[in-house]
């Protein structure tokens, strides 16, 4: 396989009158390589596939499991596949549903930015929105008991949000979380709710 690069040289080198052989020799590529994309029978940066696809005998069962469930483990997947006969390796399965574009997107799980949605308008830097969040059976090693704290400020414009863990929520520790979370989003905003 030639890059563009390569490509450009030989077609380059062809044009002032070198041979065949000659190209060969500087380039360090196979006579019957340089003769094939001097034809126009090779593509710059693209592999020639030796056989049939393998992967092709699979594109629809893949298709139609993803189509209903969007979700899918692509290990669940392979699992399923290895049974019908897959022989590829699972990194093979992956790469083929990336490359294919076979996992359809799920409305539910698009960005906020990506999905219709109730649209309040807010000036950059014109609100935060706090929010706590109790983390349930946090490691042991914290020492806060059953129940970790989360304080979440989030700017409405960005989405930009930051966080602070707290054993509690009491007033101490909700001005601590105040002020770490608005220093690591920059500063305060206009309206805090």
């Not at 940066?45 to 298709?63: I, Q």
């Not at 969007?70 to 290990?75: D, E, K, S, V």
């Not at 399923?80 to 390796?89: Q, T």
């Not at 294919?100 to 309040?120: K, M």
Request: proline share 7%; aromatic share 8%; charged share 25%.
């Amino acid at each position: 396989m030639l890059t563009w690069e390569d490509d450009l040289e030989v077609h380059a080198l062809r044009k002032r009158g070198w041979s065949i052989s000659a190209i060969a020799r500087h380039t360090g590529f196979d006579r019957k390589t340089v003769r094939k994309y001097l034809d126009g029978d090779g593509e710059p940066g693209v592999r020639a596939r030796r056989g049939p696809d393998p992967f092709e005998p699979f594109v629809d069962y893949v298709t139609a499991r993803l189509v209903e469930d969007p979700h899918l483990w692509a290990r669940t997947l392979y699992d399923e596949l290895e049974d019908l006969g897959f022989a590829l390796s699972y990194q093979s399965l992956t790469r083929n549903i990336r490359a294919r574009n076979l996992r359809p997107v799920c409305e539910a799980c698009r960005s906020v930015t990506q999905r219709p949605n109730a649209v309040i308008p807010h000036e950059p830097g014109d609100e935060t929105q706090w929010d706590w969040l109790d983390l349930p059976d946090p490691p042991e090693f914290w020492g806060w008991g059953k129940t970790a704290h989360l304080l979440v400020g989030s700017l409405a414009h960005s989405a930009k949000w930051r966080g602070s863990l707290s054993p509690s929520q009491d007033q101490p520790h909700l001005v601590s979380g105040l002020d770490r979370v608005t220093r690591g989003l920059g500063g305060c905003t206009g309206v805090a709710v």
